[in-house]
């Protein structure tokens, strides 16, 4: 009985050898070969992508998306992917943060993110609120995955 189990395990090893080597084993000569494709298309790898395009949203004629609830932080008018925020770098920063955002015409974050926890006016927006997106999101125009019905307040009434 335990002759059987092993010439069973024997067989079932060795068959699983062929199959493997058969895989990986390499193409007939006269085979036509795949191409493969990278991700990269036709730049090397010492060669730099461009930097993505910052595509705009389409907004509103009164420039701004709307809200559902009466204190919603506003919804981002672009792309933030890529975008680098960490404890010592917000990219958001470097064109919407005062004076910056004037020639960036950007929005400048409202008084309330230049404000520390005790209440003091400070010249640069505080670290309590340096995490953009934790608040704020990009709008997208997306296809609804589920039939959405939903209704603001102001809609309801």
Not at 95 to 104: G, L, S, T, V
Request: net charge positive.
């Amino acid at each position: 009985m335990a002759d059987s189990k092993r010439s069973w395990a024997f067989f079932a090893a060795l068959a699983a050898g062929l199959l493997v080597a058969g895989v990986v084993a390499p193409s007939p000569a006269g085979a036509q070969q795949q191409q493969l494709q990278t991700l990269r298309g036709t730049l090397g790898m010492e060669d730099l992508n461009p930097a993505p395009e910052v595509v705009k949203q389409q907004l509103p004629s009164d420039g701004m998306f709307g809200r559902y609830f009466r204190q919603q932080p506003p919804l981002i008018p672009h792309r933030v992917d890529g975008y680098q925020v960490t404890k010592n770098i917000n990219q958001c920063l470097t064109c919407h943060d005062w004076p910056a955002n004037i020639k960036a015409g950007a929005q400048k974050p409202s008084e309330a993110h230049y404000t520390d926890r005790n209440g003091r006016q400070l010249d640069k927006v505080s670290s309590a609120r340096h995490f953009c997106t934790q608040c704020h999101v990009p709008q997208a125009e997306a296809k609804p995955l589920v039939t959405n019905v939903f209704k603001n307040a102001a809609e309801v009434k």
